[in-house]
């Protein structure tokens, strides 16, 4: 293993060992190709999940905070991480997080007011996708949730919820949405049925907006989400940075 603190090199990419990055990164989704999975900014871990070969030009990784495995480009990687030791989570009680949910609401509404576009795979901004949106609020005040919405609808605490019946609901609360067999959107309660979320270009909004699950909202994004909405979940606990399936 590399001694701590030394500025990576490819030949120290070696399997399990643990590195802080100096800047941003992005995560690919396979050993090649341009298509994002996720991205990891300045001050995030990652580890080396298998020794890549001498000519390879990608190596395998999971981000610490999440267990996020993705493709990082060794050249983007050389001399921009040091070697550390695994992570260690902070894991709050469900008080303690209900107390940081409020700053979770109004980090979000600063990050709408930003220019954006929804992008696949974003997680640092000001381009998003709806869990990177949700993961990365969420992290701003060192909560850390899974990477994807359907990994997202299984860590949360089940709450009742259905169109046009906010009832139970709390801000800060998460909306999951797809079909009966899959998550594929998350959104964040705001209040009163109102939710954020970042959403595509084909029924959504290219980027941050806000919509409401009750039926007087007829905007086309707001009725295309209504009719997939699966449940809601309320944040109880933290991430172990676990890998997750």
């Not at 060992?17 to 298509?35: E, F, K």
């Not at 359907?150 to 800060?172: H, I, K, M, T, W």
Request: with cysteine; charged share 20%; net charge positive.
């Amino acid at each position: 293993m590399p001694t701590l603190g030394t500025a990576l090199t490819p030949e120290q990419l070696s399997k399990g060992s643990c590195w802080t990055l100096n800047v941003d990164v992005q995560g690919y989704a396979r050993s090649h190709g341009s298509g994002l999975a996720t991205q990891a900014c300045a001050g995030r871990g990652f580890r080396v999940l298998a020794d890549p070969p001498a000519s390879a030009h990608r190596v395998k990784t999971a981000l610490l905070e999440d267990g996020y495995p993705c493709w990082m480009d060794i050249d983007d990687l050389k001399g921009q991480a040091i070697a550390r030791t695994n992570w260690r989570p902070r894991l709050l009680d469900a008080e303690s997080i209900q107390k940081r949910l409020p700053f979770v609401i109004r980090w979000l509404k600063d990050a709408a007011q930003i220019p954006n576009h929804y992008l696949w795979g974003g997680t640092i901004g000001p381009d998003l996708d709806c869990s990177g949106l949700v993961q990365t609020a969420f992290a701003s005040q060192s909560l850390w949730l899974p990477r994807d919405a359907y990994q997202q609808e299984r860590f949360c605490s089940p709450v009742a919820v259905r169109p046009g019946n906010d009832q139970l609901l709390r801000p800060g609360d998460l909306l999951f949405f797809g079909t009966a067999q899959r998550c594929t959107h998350v959104a964040i309660h705001l209040g009163q049925g109102r939710y954020m979320h970042s959403s595509g270009q084909e029924h959504g909004r290219n980027g941050i907006g806000i919509d409401s699950i009750h039926p007087s909202d007829q905007h086309p994004v707001a009725c295309h989400y209504r009719s997939e909405l699966r449940g809601a979940g309320r944040v109880t606990r933290c991430h172990d940075g676990s890998t997750l399936p």
